[in-house]
């Protein structure tokens, strides 16, 4: 800036921090997180929160590319700093055997799809987590129940559990399962279901968080960290898994996210408050990946 007088060097550098902020300021923002009480927080932030549980229960949108993108952000950080066991909603446990295989390149991505059911938007939502997984010989619990017996519960109760073969239950939560229909959070699934369901579609909702809740327990070791990936109904309000997980192992620090969505970001809304302990608030118009 030679041959300029400090007060145009002085104007030009204000100039140019103006033009930035503007450039800033045209940028619309994809999501916001909050805490659970409401107040933004930044990644760093996020990351801090994060880290200090043991168990993250990472409540997702299973349509929403943001969420997806996060996952992997916090899996990342979480990698870097100690042991780490992954768990997901995403894969059932009679596929546990076929997930092991890929992770120890035994079969391709390929060959994980012919011999797992894995979720339609496997390939374009949960492949580069397993993938990153494989890359870091990180442990991949596939937590939920086999969706068969989920069936049977939504159309017989919990006593339809009983005809499951010994050999075979190991892939669910240890009988008999506990049951509150009081939480909340199962009150509101039946209201919402109205005349299309029933108390045992709750309880097989119920089986799902309980089983979750099972393999993330035995798997959690002392000293290391267990992250979770599963819908966010599955750990709003800290409820659900969190709730059969506080069962089986009262002493674990779990710290959980949640996944909203709103066409304003600027501040979280009333019925988003304590919902977890991180709110990540997407963008209402960001599409959805199916």
Request: net charge negative; glycine share 8%.
């Amino acid at each position: 800036m030679h041959g300029h007088s400090r007060f145009e060097r002085k104007a030009l550098v204000l100039l140019c921090v103006m033009l930035a902020a503007f450039a800033q300021a045209q940028v619309r923002p994809a999501y916001t997180l909050f805490d659970g009480t409401g107040k933004k927080l930044t990644e760093k932030q996020m990351v801090r929160i994060v880290s200090d549980g043991e168990v993250i229960l990472f409540g997702e949108l299973h349509n929403n590319p943001i969420a997806h993108w996060l996952e992997m952000v916090v899996m990342r950080e979480l990698a870097a700093k100690g042991p780490l066991v992954v768990g997901t909603e995403m894969v059932e446990a009679d596929d546990q055997r076929a997930v092991d295989r890929y992770l120890r390149n035994e079969v391709d991505a390929e060959g994980l799809d012919t011999l797992a059911s894995l979720w339609p938007n496997h390939k374009t939502d949960y492949a580069p987590l397993l993938e990153f997984a494989k890359e870091k010989g990180i442990p991949v619990v596939a937590s939920n129940v086999p969706r068969r017996y989920a069936r049977a519960v939504s159309k017989g109760g919990f006593e339809a559990l009983d005809t499951v073969p010994l050999n075979e239950r190991g892939w669910i939560a240890p009988l008999p399962i506990a049951f509150d229909p009081e939480l909340p959070g199962y009150v509101k699934m039946l209201t919402m279901m109205g005349d299309h369901g029933g108390p045992n579609t709750v309880k097989a909702q119920a089986l799902k968080d309980a089983t979750m809740a099972h393999f993330i327990a035995a798997n959690t070791k002392p000293g290391g960290r267990f992250l979770h990936f599963n819908g966010s109904y599955h750990s709003d309000f800290h409820e659900a898994i969190g709730w059969y997980l506080r069962r089986a192992r009262p002493e674990l620090k779990q710290v959980t996210i949640a996944t909203v969505s709103q066409e304003d970001l600027g501040a979280l809304s009333k019925e988003h408050i304590d919902k977890a302990d991180i709110i990540i608030c997407v963008d209402a118009l960001m599409p959805s990946s199916y």
